[in-house]
């Protein structure tokens, strides 16, 4: 397998299972998440075999935003390099992350909100705007395909 260097801008394609593919693009590496690389995946789903237009793919509604190890998702053949599209883009996207992950509690009042390359806040219980924020923890490359797929993580911790 010959060696992908990513970099930001850069499109992916993931196919979906014969259910057609969907496309996200690396935007950014949050410092404040272990320097992971920052991801944004677009809503529409294309057929198996369509070959769009890479500035039409960015142009559509963001579905999610994700941390990801990118490389990792291309040696487990999630994904491949589509093209590149500079982005320029503003980056407004919230961030959450429990410090009760992994403890069993059904429900965490010890929340951290934060945006890339900024400072964690810690919040305590989620309220308002920050009940929609994503999910920040460092997200398998399988998961990020499973959200693509059917709109929700199947291995993130249900109190997420």
Excluded: C
């Excluded at 320097?35 to 529409?44: A, E, M, Q």
């Excluded at 999630?78 to 992994?102: C, H, I, M, N, T």
């Amino acid at each position: 397998m010959a060696r992908v260097i990513t970099k930001i801008g850069d499109v992916f394609m993931a196919q979906l299972d014969g259910n057609g593919k969907k496309y996200f693009q690396y935007i950014a590496n949050d410092l404040t998440m272990l320097n992971s690389s920052v991801i944004r995946t677009f809503r529409k789903r294309y057929p198996a075999d369509a070959k769009p237009d890479l500035q039409e793919v960015v142009a559509d509604e963001v579905d999610f935003y994700a941390h990801v190890v990118i490389k990792w998702g291309i040696k487990m053949s999630l994904w491949e390099k589509a093209g590149k599209v500079p982005f320029s883009g503003k980056l407004d996207v919230l961030f959450r992350d429990s410090q009760d992950y992994g403890s069993g509690l059904g429900t965490s009042y010890n929340w951290l909100i934060w945006k890339v390359n900024e400072e964690q806040k810690y919040v305590g219980k989620l309220g308002g705007e920050h009940q929609r924020a994503e999910i920040g923890v460092v997200v398998a490359p399988v998961d990020i395909v499973e959200r693509m797929r059917t709109g929700k993580y199947r291995y993130v911790h249900p109190g997420y």
